[in-house]
Nanobody, 113 residues
């Protein structure tokens, strides 16, 4: 599966962004998909994940109630809706299978206070 994340940008604290991930590959719908992020000087972490059917979802504690992951298997896309953004959310965001395969290009999210 090849992946391309987009939708990042600059937002103010309390604002919202929606990230999109376009996937290629015939087996996309069989994978658990995740959004990961890497802040400067920190390790990459899993932010949210969603099962192939969309029936199972996971969010790390720091984004619960603010971020929502979703997917559209017919379009081979995964989304991350980010509300009530905080400066601590500033990072490069990547989509990938979970567990992750080869990393694609991420998208920068910068939240100003």
């Amino acid at each position: 599966v090849q992946l391309q994340a987009s939708g990042g940008g600059l937002a103010q604290a309390g604002g919202s962004l929606r990230l999109s991930c376009a996937a290629s590959g015939r087996t996309f719908s069989s994978y658990v998909m995740g959004w990961f992020r890497q802040a400067p000087g920190k390790e990459r972490e899993l932010v949210a994940a969603i099962t192939w059917s969309g029936g199972g979802r996971y969010c790390t504690d720091s984004v619960k109630g603010r971020f929502t992951i979703s997917r559209d298997n017919s379009q081979k896309k995964v989304y991350l809706r980010m509300n009530n953004l905080e400066p601590e959310d500033t990072a490069v965001y990547y989509c990938n299978t979970d567990p992750p395969g080869q990393w694609g290009q991420g998208t920068q999210v910068t939240v100003s206070s």
